[in-house]
């Protein structure tokens, strides 16, 4: 079976359907999972963890960057500001697209949203204006969130349920809870 643009994509058997993605953990290889089974629906809704927690690293870093304003604030160092910011989105998102195997067309996307708010933000006083308009980390992830979305379908479409979808809720946003719990202890 083909692996390209590191797709998930599917192949019908008379018999069976397999589904072919690339593993989080092993980049290069390629896992093949019979559908229909609870073993597959089992690592399916383990691989909408790992996606649903990518898209929310995201989301934070998205909002640090272009919601509270941190890109501009960086971008209004002369020079340096703009290709440090630009460089580290571009290449932080790409990593966390590879995560949910986004391909040529998903990361040709990240980083024309990069470049352009690098070529808007290097000029001069317009530029820095431009940055706390032009949102190109929240354009990215909005990406990331199609992504999940049509990962959700996916395991929709292959036997979960939406009681096992909203379990796979109840466990992140206890976790964050917990998190948020241990940050406020920290404080006292």
Do not use: C
Not at 18 to 44: F, N, Y
Not at 79 to 95: E, H, K, M, N, P
Not at 121 to 142: C, E, H, L, T
Request: hydrophobic share 40%.
């Amino acid at each position: 079976m083909t692996h390209q643009d590191d797709n998930i994509e599917l192949q019908a058997n008379t018999e069976s359907v397999s589904e072919s993605v690339s593993s989080p953990e092993h980049d290069a290889e390629v896992v093949e999972v019979e559908l229909g089974t609870e073993a597959e629906k089992a690592k399916l809704l383990d691989q909408l963890v790992q996606a649903r927690a990518v898209k929310d690293r995201v989301d934070l870093f998205s909002k640090v960057m272009d919601t509270y304003g941190l890109d501009a604030i960086i971008s209004l160092i002369p020079a340096l500001g703009d290709s440090a910011v630009g460089t580290v989105s571009t290449l932080y998102l790409l990593y966390e697209g590879r995560k949910l195997w986004f391909g040529r067309k998903e990361s040709l996307h990240i980083i024309g949203y990069q470049t352009a708010d690098r070529a808007v933000g290097a000029m001069p006083v317009i530029g820095d204006i431009a940055d706390f308009f032009f949102k190109a980390n929240r354009s990215a992830y909005q990406m990331f969130e199609q992504k999940v979305s049509e990962l959700e379908q996916y395991a929709r479409n292959h036997g979960a349920t939406q009681a096992e979808l909203d379990a796979l809720d109840s466990q992140r946003d206890h976790f964050i809870q917990t998190f948020h719990d241990m940050l406020s202890w920290s404080k006292h």
